[in-house]
């Protein structure tokens, strides 16, 4: 892969999976779409069926479902909206044969993927796409031919339904196979399609284009072209040498999901004048106003600039702005695997890039997960629990999908994970009207859950929550998991406090909610006695944080015996049931935790963590590198972190994991993110206040940031010998190296010599 600023660009022709992998890499979305960057051209191949899902739509599974509520989703590959057939001299072209001059690239500035090629010495063509950041039902295609003879050329742009899902089953060890057809009927009609996906929705996808195509400038009438499985335009022409076609289409995408007049908009779409000028100049410049949000500008001769800027670029392009009834799934719309379910990691890793740059998007992700808070409750009862409990694998309903076998059951800390994040959301932004109308309801029922999930011992004096899985999944049934223990406390305080705080504040919606809820303020007795009881298993004399209340007693693993390659243990050298033997964390598991509550730990007490946790740890997880570059940052293991954070920053766009064929890792694009900003940016708050403490790596000579905190617009420039803080909007309480100030817009900047 090669790099500019704002680019990442190939030259190598790839065939196979690693052209698959690359799809995955040149993917483009705006919250509505996600689209890999596969040929459009290409029609014999497996990646001819393309890879183009919507945020939402998702189909009946072949997969065995939960036992509650026992129906599981599939993310859909819907119909190949792009499809282009170029025949020359009679002869169909795929991307592939008798190519020269390749490169795609995709522009992350401007939003725009680019694929070019010349084909037998004869025609250069150039084929180009984005989805629309201002409608984000349309997606814009472009494409151009220069011929260099004379020629017969068919050129065909069309909307094709007769495609299948890329996977089957996705994951090892062949992650891409064909998958089910979800689309059960077709309407085809004039430049535009009526799919019927295998839903329990019966959700019908809606599609039209409209096109435009010139020779040497001169418009040309094409003709209507359909079969069983297209619709779209067919142009015959003669070229001349030195010809130069080009095509413009612009297609409107709506479903079921969308409202009852999606065919209505579509028809409406067909009629419509497209000014094609301005849907590039609208697209453009909405990007440029996402990117002055959340730009991290990186002074340094190493290609981190790109790496980071494409980790935010696809973070941002996978985002729901459009609704909040969806939120992003593990490989977002990026790939199948995990059928596009949302995971812990979108609260945990993802949410706080959107939280500190584009809180309201933040907003609508939380608002996700309050619209599931009935199913939460059902699936918390059908487990003999109280309040609710949020499964570990949602799809877009928020039903649980984790398979049998899969510890579901056990991965509990995904409920306390929300809560976290519902916190931090609060904090950030003092959005009240959010948290009395959603908020508090999920975080009193999910305090409900810990108290009836934590067991109280007269043995010794303690609450424990035993038999779970922590963020460590290659321990499924542990004791005590720290990170479990710790943030359930911190969900159980949190609740009487807002709950509190709600009482004062806004009574009749309080009264309301305990009508609603049947809520006591007597039941937080015993959430704060739980909160102080719980058991966190510690080393006094090493002043060490056990992962879980066995943990010790294991024996010691070598790691490079066990994990001689790339791969995952388990893919490897072990099975899930040698590992509880031994002491090894699939991924970061108590350095996740101390990023996340710093304040609750010491210095010593994060540096025995590191030592110790680190040499344990496989990073058999894409989400494990963050939380070590970030800790290590803060702790002064300056070459570790540095190098952790590489693995985040480099981790799909170099393939490190060897899966990104299956889609990108958002979680981690989120935790690259948290690494620049909150480890070597040092950047933190609080009650209120921002304090700035960098820890630049070496190979960097100084870095920009952009938050937002309590609607005050922030930058923070930091050099080898300097910080300067500017914001904008408001006042902010500042702290750089002991120095104290209040910013306003009447005193908006102060720099301070490090």
Known sequence: MEYTNWSIYSLNHETGKKRQSQNALFTVGNGYFGIRGFYEEDTASEAGNGGIYLAGVRSNSELGGRLFEDKRRDLCNIMNILRLHIIVDGKQINGVDNITNYRRELDMQGAVYTRCY????????????????????????????????????????????????????SREPDPVQPGLNHILSREIGTDSIVTLIDSEDDNH??????????????????????????????????????????LRKIVAVYTDNDGTDSAQKIDEFLTSEINWDEIDAAHKNRWAERWANCDIE????????????????????????????????????AGEQYEGCVFWDNEIFQLPFFTFTDPESSRRMLAWRYHGLDVARRYAKYNWF?????????????????????????????????????????????????????GAEVLMETARFWASRADYSEWDGYWHINTVRGPNEYDFYVNDNAYTNT????????????????????????????TKTNFSFAETEKWLAIADGLYICYDEKRKLIAEDSNYFNRRF????????????????????????????????????????????FSEAEKIAA???????????????????????????????AYEYFKNCAYLDIADLKLNTISGLHFANFGGTWQVAVFGFG???????????????????????????????????????????????????????????TVLSDENSTITVKM
């Open 205 to 246: 996808i809606f599609a039209a284009g409209q096109t435009v195509l010139t020779v040497n400038g001169v418009a040309v009438d094409g003709s209507v072209y359909t079969n069983d499985f297209v619709s779209g335009r067919e142009w015959n022409l003669k070229l001349k040498t030195g010809d130069k076609v080009e």
């Open 386 to 438: 109280e309040g609710a409990m949020y499964p570990w694998q949602a799809c877009e309903k928020c039903r649980e999908q984790t398979p049998i076998g899969g510890g579901g059951y056990y991965s509990i800390h995904i409920i306390s994970d929300i809560a976290y994040a519902i916190r931090q959301y609060f904090l950030a932004t003092q959005d009240s009207e959010f948290m009395f109308e959603m």
């Open 118 to 169: 010349r084909y037998d010495d004869c025609l250069d063509i150039t084929l180009s796409r984005f989805a629309d950041m201002v409608d984000v039902h349309r997606v814009r295609q472009d494409a151009t031919l220069v011929a260099d003879k004379d020629m017969e050329l068919t050129f065909r742009a069309l909307i094709d339904s007769d495609v299948h899902n890329l996977n089957l089953i």
């Open 298 to 333: 990186v002074d340094s001769n190493t290609d981190d600039q790109t790496a980071l800027r494409f980790d935010l670029f696809e973070l941002m392009c996978v985002c729901p702005t459009h609704t909040d009834r969806v939120s992003i799934g593990a490989r977002g719309l």
């Open 682 to 740: 040092g950047a933190s708050f609080t009650d209120g206040k921002l304090t700035v403490d960098p820890k630049l790596p070496k190979e960097w000579n100084g870095m920009t940031y952009h938050l937002v905190y309590r609607g005050v617009n922030i930058e923070v420039k930091v050099t080898k010998t300097d910080v300067t803080v500017a914001v904008q909007g408001g006042s902010l309480p500042v702290c750089i190296a002991g120095n104290d």
């Open 557 to 600: 693993l070598d790691m490079k015996k066990a994990k001689p390659t790339a791969k995952r243990i388990v893919d490897s050298t072990m099975n899930h049931e040698w590992l509880p033997f031994y002491q090894v964390t699939k991924q970061s598991d108590v350095a996740t935790l101390m990023c996340l509550l710093p304040e609750k």
């Open 610 to 640: 590191y030592d110790f946790y680190e040499p344990r740890t496989a990073h058999d997880s894409s989400l494990s590198y963050a939380p070590y570059a970030w800790l290590g940052a803060r702790i002064g293991k300056d070459e570790q």
């Open 487 to 514: 943030m359930a406390a911190l969900n159980l305080r949190t609740a009487k406090e807002i709950l509190t705080k709600m009482e004062t504040e806004a009574p009749e919606k309080f009264a309301k909610l305990c």
